[in-house]
C-alpha cells in the first residue's frame, strides 16, 4: 500500500497494524494518507482503491481509546435521520474502524471561505440537523448513555484552575478570588441542571461537521454523547473554538434555533430572554472547560498548536463577564491572565 505524505516512523506499530488490517479486508485500498487528527489520541486516515473511491479508518489505540460508544452513538444518530459515516468494517479489540468518507470540506473550511450567504445556509442546516437531533430518544440506545451530570460539569470546570489557571499561566488566587469562582462554578452548574435534558452531541462545532451535497450536514465525532442541557450544543456551534461569529448573527441563529425547537416540541424556555441567558451560562462553563483542555493537551499529550485560539475564549469569557453582574469576577480574572502572558510571553 502506498503512503502518501506519511513519513515512515519507527516508533508508529499503528499505522503498520492498520494497513495489514485492512489487507485482510478485500484487498482493495492501494493508498493511504493524512486525513485528520484529533485533539484524543485517534487519528484518521484516508484510503483510495484503483477507481479512485475512498473510505476513512479510523485509528483508537486501546486501551487509550475505544470505539465502541462511537459504534453505539453512530447507530443511535443514523436511527434519528442525522447523516453520519456508516461503518464498512471494524475489529473492536484492535481498535480499528474503517468508515464511508463524508468528503474533505469540513464547515471550519467552508465558513472561512464563504460569503454571507453561504455562510447562513450552512449554519441553518446546522440548526435543522441540531433539532432532529435533540428529538432522537437516548434511551432507544444499543447501552445507556452517560448524564451531564453535577459531577461530570464539576470534572470539567476543574481543568480551568488545574491546567489553565495553575499549569499554563501559573496564577495564585488569593481567597477572594478563589471564593468568586467557586460561586461562579456554582451559578453555572446549578444553571445547566436546571435546564431541560435532550441527547447532546458534546462537540456540535464546525470541525466536526462536514459540508455535504446531500443531508447536509455530516456530523462526526460523536462518540461522546450525553444525555444533557439542551442549550449545550448549540452553545458549542454558536461560540466556536476556530471559528468566530458576531453578536447579531448569534441572535439571528439563535432566535432561528429556538422558533424551530418550539415547533417541533423540544422542550426550549418560553421566554426567549431566559433561553438566551442559559444559552449563554452554559457557553461559559464550556469556555473555561476548553481553556483547561487546551492546556493540558499542550502540556499532557505535546500538542502546542490548540493554545493559538485560546485568547477567542479569553474573549468569549469577557463577554459574559461584562453582560452578567453575577460573572463579573470572571472580566478582573482575565486581566490577570493577559498581564501574565504579556509578560511571559505565553498564549493565553
Request: glycine share 6%; net charge negative; with cysteine.
Amino acid at each position: 500500500m502506498q503512503r502518501i505524505h506519511l513519513a515512515p516512523t519507527p516508533d508508529d506499530t499503528r499505522l503498520p497494524e492498520a494497513e495489514r488490517w485492512l489487507a485482510t479486508l478485500d484487498g482493495r485500498w492501494t493508498s493511504i494518507e493524512p486525513a485528520s487528527a484529533d485533539a484524543s489520541f485517534r487519528r484518521y486516515f484516508r484510503v483510495r482503491d484503483g477507481n479512485g473511491a475512498t473510505a476513512i479508518v479510523m485509528d483508537a489505540p486501546p486501551p487509550k481509546e475505544d470505539v465502541r460508544p462511537f459504534l453505539n452513538v453512530g447507530r443511535l444518530l443514523a436511527s434519528g435521520n442525522i447523516q453520519v459515516p456508516a461503518v464498512l468494517a471494524a475489529d473492536e479489540a484492535r481498535g480499528l474502524l474503517l468508515l464511508t468518507d463524508l468528503g474533505e470540506t469540513t464547515y471550519l473550511n467552508a465558513l472561512t471561505a464563504a460569503d454571507a450567504v453561504t455562510r447562513a445556509s450552512l449554519f441553518h442546516d446546522a440548526i435543522a440537523a441540531l433539532v432532529t437531533l435533540q428529538q432522537i430518544d437516548p434511551a432507544a440506545a444499543h447501552t445507556a448513555l452517560g448524564r451531564y451530570d453535577a459531577a461530570l460539569l464539576r470534572r470539567e470546570i476543574d481543568l480551568f484552575p488545574e491546567w489553565y489557571l495553575g499549569r499554563h499561566c501559573a496564577l495564585e488566587l488569593g481567597d477572594d478570588e478563589k471564593n468568586a469562582l467557586e460561586r461562579i462554578y456554582g451559578l453555572l452548574i446549578a444553571s445547566a441542571l436546571a435546564q431541560p435534558s435532550v441527547l447532546v452531541h458534546r462537540d456540535y462545532m464546525p470541525r466536526n461537521l462536514m459540508r455535504t451535497s446531500n443531508g447536509n450536514p455530516g456530523v462526526l465525532d460523536h462518540q461522546d454523547a450525553v444525555v444533557g442541557p439542551i442549550t449545550y450544543d448549540l452553545a458549542s456551534l454558536m461560540r466556536d473554538a476556530f471559528f468566530t461569529l458576531e453578536e447579531p448573527e448569534i441572535l439571528d441563529y439563535v432566535a432561528r434555533y429556538w422558533a424551530a425547537a418550539r415547533k417541533a416540541g423540544l422542550p426550549v424556555r418560553e421566554d426567549f430572554a431566559e433561553f438566551y441567558r442559559e444559552l449563554e451560562w452554559m457557553a461559559a462553563q464550556r469556555h473555561l472547560k476548553v481553556l483547561g483542555i487546551f492546556a493540558r493537551i499542550n502540556y499532557r499529550d505535546g500538542k502546542p498548536h490548540y493554545l493559538a485560539d485560546t485568547p477567542r475564549f479569553i474573549g468569549y469569557v469577557r463577554h459574559a463577564a461584562r453582560r452578567y453582574q453575577a460573572l463579573a469576577p470572571l472580566g478582573a480574572l482575565c486581566d490577570r491572565i493577559e498581564g501574565v502572558t504579556a509578560q511571559t510571553g505565553y498564549t493565553f
